[in-house]
């Protein structure tokens, strides 16, 4: 031999890189549906069903009887949503919440529609036994 040295080099891959093709493990860093905060949630709900990407009984179970009428009339006079949002996808852009005397939640979401279209969703969520439910919606 010549009296050459020769070093090799084996990398190993850092701990933090994983698999793309499988589904991440229970030490995932994905959000958890029950750390949505309840206003941001329901926010998100409305815009889809007003947007007509999710049926109106999506949200059957976070509504009196009494605002499942008025989630109806939302839904018929907000119908030209559904042509804006062709081709985009509706997100919400900003939610802020005011906490009310009675520990409700008094919400204004702006809600983009398209890239030109930007429109505002208010509500108020109040606390039941059973979780948040709306008692009152407008949308414009």
């Known amino acids: 031999m010549s009296g050459r040295t020769v070093t090799t080099v084996t990398t190993v891959p850092k701990r933090s890189r994983h698999d793309h093709r499988r589904p991440p493990g229970p030490a995932s860093t994905r959000t958890a549906p029950s750390s949505v905060p309840p206003h941001v949630f329901f926010a998100t709900r409305l815009l889809d069903v007003l947007t007509g990407r999710r049926p109106i009984t999506c949200l059957a179970g976070h ?5 499942y009428d008025r989630l109806w009339e939302l839904l018929s006079a907000r ?3 559904r042509e804006m949002v062709r081709g985009h996808i509706p997100h919400v852009k900003r939610c802020l919440y005011s906490l009310t005397h009675d520990d ?3 919400v204004t979401a702006v809600v983009t529609l398209a ?3 930007i429109r505002a969703i208010a509500f108020r969520l109040e ?3 059973d979780g948040w439910r709306c008692t ?3 949308a414009h």
């Open 115 to 117: 890239p030109d279209r």
């Open 79 to 81: 119908g030209d949503w």
């Open 63 to 67: 509504v009196p009887a009494t605002m």
């Open 136 to 138: 009152a919606a407008e």
């Open 127 to 129: 606390r039941g036994t």
């Open 104 to 106: 409700a939640l008094e």
